[in-house]
């Protein structure tokens, strides 16, 4: 039992598996109502739009770049949901357009990153002003909250503890592993994030591939931008603000390489859910707002150094053959 412990934590997502096990056990016996069927359900729902964006995400970093233009996209959405819908138009058609918004915002991020050949992190720290900025043009500091309630009793549906935005998640989930994991689409996705130009070489169309992971990115971000806007039912220019770096922590700590070629949406998706109790059981202890930064920006940066420790650890670790590890 023991061996078998030690061989699941040799792997990066068997420690996550392991720390989001032990946090969820303590918190439910240690922090007063964490295991209360109306808690769990809404920390599922709170972790609904960071989910989404982190499929996408995670597709984007395995390819070595990045996009942390995620939120803003998301607010620039909620806000033309916001903006169209004031001007009269229906709810149906509203949201169609708000999936090209996000699209058109990938697209603009995967043109100046595939055609000028831009760095993905300058280009979307650029983008994650521009699109924020837009976002307050578009509606100020206006909140736009008379919103059909059909859609709000919707956002916040559940089938026992489960919430159908977390059904909606699981759909998209599979989704994209499998998309990642077992198709010729990720296996380019993993081979031009480890060697961009040897990808090239063999003939992986790189700057097609690059390009649509940014508009994916986009629309990803224009959908949780819907659950976010009729889930709070309000519409607002800052909705989303600092969720990009709920996102990229969960990709990194579910053991993604920020450096590209290295990843798996489980991880990720169990990343995502370790930081949701974190916080979850943080909020219900009555711990300040200040601390629940203090705690994501320390995983953010557990999340970039630890695997790479743990890397360094299993080289040393490994069964040694004639004087050298085995790989």
């Given at each position: 039992m023991a061996a078998?412990?030690?061989?699941?934590?040799?792997?990066?997502?068997?420690?996550?598996?392991?720390?989001?096990?032990?946090?969820?056990?303590?918190?439910?016996?240690?922090?007063d109502g964490f295991?209360?069927?109306?808690?769990?359900?809404?920390?599922?729902?709170?972790?609904?739009?960071?989910?989404?964006?982190?499929l996408?995400?995670?597709?984007?970093?395995?390819?070595?770049?990045?996009?942390?233009?995620?939120?803003?996209?998301?607010?620039?959405?909620?806000a033309v949901l916001g903006g169209l819908w004031n001007a009269g138009l229906p709810i149906e058609a509203i949201m169609p357009i708000c999936l090209l918004?996000?699209?058109?915002?990938?697209?603009?991020?995967?043109?100046?990153?595939?055609?000028?050949?831009?760095?993905?992190?300058?280009?979307?720290?650029?983008?994650?002003?521009?699109?924020?900025?837009?976002?307050?043009?578009?509606?100020?500091?206006?909140?736009?909250?008379?919103?059909?309630?059909?859609?709000?009793?919707?956002?916040t549906?559940?089938?026992?503890?489960?919430?159908l935005a977390s059904v909606l998640v699981a759909v998209l989930a599979v989704v994209a592993a499998t998309l990642l994991h077992a198709t010729?689409?990720?296996?380019?996705?993993?081979?031009?994030?480890?060697?961009?130009?040897a990808a090239y070489f063999a003939?992986?169309?790189?700057?097609?591939?690059?390009?649509?992971?940014?508009?994916?990115?986009?629309?990803?971000?224009?959908?949780?931008?819907l659950v976010y806007t009729f889930r709070y039912a309000s519409a607002r220019a800052d909705n989303g603000v600092g969720l990009e770096l709920a996102v990229v922590a969960a990709v990194l700590l579910g053991g993604v390489s920020i450096f590209g070629g290295r990843g798996t949406l489980p991880g990720v998706l169990m990343a995502v859910l370790l930081l949701g109790v974190v916080r979850n059981a943080l909020i219900l202890a009555d711990v300040a707002n200040e601390v629940l930064n203090f705690v994501t920006g320390l995983l953010l940066v557990a999340s970039v150094l630890a695997p790479n420790l743990g890397a360094v650890w299993r080289r040393r670790t490994s069964p040694q053959v004639e004087g050298k590890s085995v790989s």
């Open positions: 078998d412990l030690a061989r699941t934590a040799r792997r990066w997502e068997g420690l996550i598996l392991v720390l989001l096990v032990g946090v969820s056990v303590w918190a439910s016996l240690g922090v295991a209360n069927g109306s808690n769990v359900s809404f920390l599922l729902l709170d972790t609904t739009e960071i989910a989404l964006m982190a996408t995400m995670t597709l984007v970093i395995v390819a070595a770049e990045i996009d942390l233009s995620v939120a803003s996209t998301l607010g620039l959405s909620c918004v996000g699209a058109l915002c990938g697209a603009f991020n995967g043109l100046l990153v595939t055609r000028l050949g831009l760095p993905s992190l300058a280009v979307t720290i650029g983008t994650f002003a521009l699109f924020r900025g837009l976002a307050y043009v578009m509606l100020g500091d206006q909140a736009v909250a008379d919103l059909p309630p059909a859609y709000t009793s919707l956002a549906a559940s089938i026992g503890p489960i919430p010729g689409l990720g296996r380019s996705i993993v081979a031009l994030g480890s060697n961009e130009e003939g992986v169309r790189v700057k097609r591939i690059k390009f649509w992971l940014f508009v994916a990115s986009g629309v990803m971000a224009s959908l949780a931008s």
